[in-house]
């Protein structure tokens, strides 16, 4: 079974795919505009990064936030064979475009891992695992096959066994029901929001300081900005390091087993 420590950025083991392969837009976290396909200022000759050490204080945040769950490393050299597009230029459009999915289903792969990973999903864990086999064998197949997969579909798919995965995690007494709210800049400060179902909820800027979120399912939660300090996550269903990355927080957040502390948390 895939181990979501497999499932992280590897930047050694990749060809810079996230610095080419897509776009973003001259913003608060990109101090540039950069079309999709073209190379980054700031990408090296052996696919490193010129400014890594000070992406944030350049205006590139949005690059410390970024993870692509390990696609990068396993599209170089799984798919590719370790060739990269500035060795052979004509396989420059069909890396870029299969980065995209590969990633998308990478990350099918984190939460697919993380239902397996609790014993109050055993019930599911056949057709969790069966699911998972599935995804991992779409990962495998050529850039050519990776590109006529119909994404959304597999998400629809997987995002069906997930609700079910979150239903009985979060128990008979789930928390509040805030799915797809809009909580940007709201005052949570110290909130009951154990097994709260979170998802797809805009907490942008929310102030969610030692707010208690245990066991709340937060898949696809945006929480840029969120301030986390002293708030609880321990078992918080479906988060990823982005999400994390991209909150606020400090040494008195707790989070869940297996994801990091962000080196710019205060």
């Not at 895939?2 to 837009?25: I, M």
């Not at 864990?125 to 997969?149: F, G, K, Y």
Request: net charge negative; proline share 4%.
């Amino acid at each position: 079974m895939v181990q979501q420590r497999e499932l992280r950025a590897d930047c050694a083991r990749c060809v810079g795919l996230c610095c080419v392969a897509l776009p973003f837009s001259a913003s608060a976290e990109f101090a540039v505009d950069k079309p999709a396909g073209k190379p980054c200022r700031n990408l090296l000759a052996d696919f490193s990064c010129g400014i890594h050490s000070g992406l944030r204080e350049r205006g590139f945040s949005g690059c410390t936030v970024f993870d692509c769950f390990g696609a990068g490393q396993h599209l170089t050299q799984h798919t590719f064979g370790g060739v990269s597009w500035r060795q052979e230029p004509g396989i420059a459009g069909s890396m870029f475009a299969a980065f995209a999915i590969t990633r998308g289903l990478h990350e099918l792969l984190w939460y697919l891992t993380d239902a397996l990973d609790r014993t109050e999903t055993e019930p599911l864990h056949q057709p969790l695992r069966a699911r998972l086999d599935e995804v991992t064998a779409l990962t495998d197949l050529s850039a050519e096959e990776l590109t006529a997969i119909d994404l959304n579909a597999q998400r629809a798919a997987v995002g069906e066994l997930l609700g079910q995965a979150s239903r009985l995690a979060r128990g008979d007494h789930p928390g509040p029901e805030h799915r797809g709210a809009d909580l940007m800049g709201r005052a949570l400060r110290g909130a009951d929001l154990r097994a709260a179902n979170l998802r797809g909820a805009l907490l942008i800027a929310a102030d969610a300081r030692h707010a208690d979120l245990r066991l709340a399912d937060v898949l696809g939660a945006d929480l840029r900005d969120t301030d986390l300090r002293g708030a609880n996550l321990t078992g918080a269903l479906f988060l990823t390091q982005p999400q994390v990355s991209a909150a606020r927080g400090d040494d008195t957040t707790r989070l869940p087993a297996g994801l990091q502390r962000p080196a710019h948390w205060s």
